[in-house]
């Protein structure tokens, strides 16, 4: 299982965010979607989610960090690549649904989008295609 949005977070120092981290009062670094990051305090947790708050009053905005979260299977990381593929190649639209999975997949750590054209594989997201489709030809035979 996976937990959303870990990649993207920095403690204030720069290090890392880890899922034992995560409790209210916790302040971290988050990526803006037009560049830069800004400081987030997480104001609540549940066993599934924890909130986040901009602390920057000229910046009012908020992130979840989900617990539990299923990891893309083998088919979904073939339509990532496919739409991955798509966002850095000229004439092609990207369709809504890639969108969202290209967003999922940035929560999850596989991928990053940092335009509305451009948007490429993580380390993260390489390996852990790579090990799905492992276990996937493993178990066939």
């Known amino acids: 299982m ?27 670094m988050f990526p803006t ?3 830069g990051s800004v400081k987030y305090e997480c104001v609540s947790k549940k066993s599934d989610v924890a909130e986040f708050k901009s602390q920057n009053k000229n910046w009012p905005d908020s992130f979840d960090v989900r617990f539990s979260q299923p990891e893309f299977t083998v088919d979904e990381f073939e339509n990532l690549a496919e739409a991955l593929r798509k966002f850095n190649t000229s004439g092609e639209a990207v369709t809504s649904e890639e969108r969202s999975l290209v967003l999922r997949a940035q929560e999850l750590g596989y ?12 380390e993260k997201g390489v390996e852990s295609s790579e090990r799905a489709h492992a276990a996937k030809n493993a178990s066939k035979g």
């Not at 949005?5 to 290090?15: A, R, Y």
């Not at 991928?111 to 993580?122: C, E, I, K």
């Open 111 to 122: 991928a990053r989008q940092f335009s509305h054209t451009q948007a490429s594989w993580t």
């Open 33 to 35: 979607a037009v560049g």
């Open 2 to 28: 996976a937990t959303t949005n870990l990649d993207q977070m920095k403690h204030i120092n720069g290090q890392p965010v880890t899922e034992a981290d995560v409790k209210v009062g916790l302040a971290v």
